[in-house]
């Protein structure tokens, strides 16, 4: 089974200085048909304006990924005397991950005056509840996804990603035009797989920003491919069935 969540479907949130769009329900938007994907919870488009931010604000229980694309993005917790990052600033080509374990506050904002910042925020359900707060931010190559898959977080940290609570990996590559890779499904596991930014072909679907797609039951192997003058960044997670 393949399920399509184009873009212009997803729900779509605008607070002055936000503008969020959410693949699944999240806040103010319900959709029942869309509550996640297996322990996926949350895929959000954030783009928040100059002085713009999420005032402190609580989690638990919850792995937490900050991708950005654009623009820097400014995050601070109040529990640095637990191990987690205190306050720093995140930009393109780097990867937050923090694991609210039993429980965290923190506040995320822009860190900028000037250039408004885009990124994409990412929950995942954990396997074991009321763990240690954790965190770390992580510089990754972007030359090393171009034209093949980059491990971004996995569990407890395998394949040199940021270490997931869950057995669940989250892989980016970057293709442009004429450039392509193999997308492996095994019917034990799900995937879900989204367009950061740019235009793609997966096995015939024309695919852009935004677009995502998820994987049950389904086996084989599968090809995507970069189309369009801009580089495509598209994230893939693997997923516990």
Do not use: C
């Not at 995502?212 to 069935?241: C, K, N, S």
Request: glycine residues 12%; aromatic residues 10%.
């Amino acid at each position: 089974m393949i399920l399509e969540r184009p873009a212009a479907a997803r729900g779509e949130v605008s607070a002055g200085w936000l503008h969020s769009r959410h693949t699944f329900s999240f806040g103010h938007f319900y959709d029942p048909q869309w509550m996640g994907f297996g322990p996926l919870r949350v895929v959000n488009e954030d783009i928040v304006a100059p002085g713009g931010g999420f005032p402190p604000h609580r989690h638990a229980n919850m792995e937490i990924l900050s991708v950005v694309l654009s623009g820097a993005l400014a995050h601070r917790d109040n529990t640095t005397g637990e191990g987690l990052g205190g306050e720093g600033v995140l930009r393109p080509g780097e990867v937050q991950w923090m694991s609210a374990g039993h429980g965290v506050e923190h506040s995320e904002f822009n860190g900028s005056k000037d250039e408004a910042v885009h990124f994409l925020q990412i929950w995942i359900q954990p396997d074991r509840l009321n763990a240690q707060p954790a965190y770390e931010q992580r510089a990754f190559d972007a030359r090393e996804r171009d034209g093949r898959w980059q491990t971004l977080a996995a569990p407890d940290g395998a394949d040199g990603g940021l270490p997931l609570r869950q057995q669940a990996w989250l892989r980016a590559v970057r293709l442009t035009s004429g450039q392509a890779v193999e997308v492996a499904l095994d019917p034990a596991r799900k995937y879900w797989l989204h367009v950061a930014t740019g235009d793609v072909d997966f096995d015939g679907r024309a695919l852009t920003a935004g677009d995502a797609l998820g994987f049950a039951d389904e086996a084989g192997t599968r090809r995507l491919a970069g189309r369009g003058a801009e580089p495509a960044d598209v994230l893939f997670f693997e997923l516990p069935a």
